[in-house]
C-alpha cells in the first residue's frame, strides 16, 4: 500500500505544518503505508520524507528534472524518480499510488489534488482521495466545494469522494476502507 502526497515545498508559516508533516511520516511508516511525493528534500515535502525514512518506511520520490535543482532533490530516498514534465511527474505518482492526501501547500499542491479527484470522477481510477486539515488550513476550500454542490456544479457522490479530516488516523482509516460508490459524472437538471 502507497500512498500519494501532496504537501508544500515551503515550510508555510506557522509550526504546526512541520510537526504535522512529521507525525503524518511517522504514522504511515508505521502502518507499512509507503509514502509517493514529489521528491524535494525541503519545505513540507522534505520533513514528511525525512520522518517516514527515520521511521523505517519507505519514501518514493518523482521530480521533474527541471525541478531538481530547484527542489533540492532529496538524496536519500528508497527510490527517486527523475522524469521530464510535471505531466510525467503527476502520471507516475497517480501510477505508483494507491490513494491521494493533500496537506497543507499552495496552488501546486491544489492543482495536484484537483487533477486526481477529476480523474475519480470520470472514471480514470477509483482510488480514495482526502484533504488533511491541519489546523483548519482546507476549512474554506470545504466550504468553497460544499458551496459548488449547492450551486448544481458538483454532485453531493462526487462530493463525498474527497475525504476531508483534521485527524491523521481517521482520515487513513477512512482511506483504507473507501469504496466509490459508482454514480453518475454529468448532472441533469433533475438533479437540481
Known amino acids: 500500500m502507497r500512498l500519494c502526497v501532496f504537501l508544500g515545498s515551503s515550510p508555510g508559516r506557522l509550526p504546526i505544518y512541520a510537526a504535522a ?15 509517493v511525493y514529489g ?15 527515520a521511521a523505517g518506511g519507505e519514501a518514493i520520490g518523482v521530480i521533474p528534472d527541471a525541478l ?20 510525467e ?15 497543507p501547500g499552495g496552488i501546486g499542491t491544489f492543482e495536484e489534488l484537483f487533477e486526481v479527484w477529476t480523474w475519480a470522477q470520470l472514471g480514470y481510477h477509483n482510488k480514495p482521495c482526502g484533504l488533511l486539515d491541519v489546523n483548519g488550513f482546507y476549512r474554506g476550500m470545504a466550504g468553497f466545494i460544499d458551496h ?13 469522494m474527497l475525504l476531508v479530516d483534521d485527524k491523521p488516523e481517521r482520515l487513513l482509516d477512512r482511506m483504507l476502507g473507501y469504496h466509490e460508490t459508482p ?10
Request: glycine share 10%; net charge negative.
Open 21 to 35: 508533516a512529521r507525525s503524518f511520516g511517522t504514522l504511515l511508516a508505521a502502518r507499512g503505508i509507503g509514502l
Open 39 to 53: 521528491g524535494g528534500s525541503v519545505g513540507l515535502m522534505g520533513v514528511l520524507a525525512d520522518a517516514v525514512l
Open 68 to 87: 531538481q535543482a530547484l527542489e533540492v532533490d532529496h538524496p536519500r530516498l528508497t527510490a527517486l524518480h527523475v522524469v521530464r514534465t510535471m505531466h
Open 89 to 103: 511527474r503527476k502520471a507516475l505518482m497517480a501510477e505508483l499510488a494507491d490513494g491521494f492526501i493533500a496537506m
Open 148 to 160: 459548488v454542490v449547492a450551486e448544481g456544479f458538483l454532485k453531493p457522490a462526487q462530493r463525498e
Open 183 to 192: 454514480h453518475d459524472k454529468w448532472i441533469s437538471i433533475d438533479d437540481l
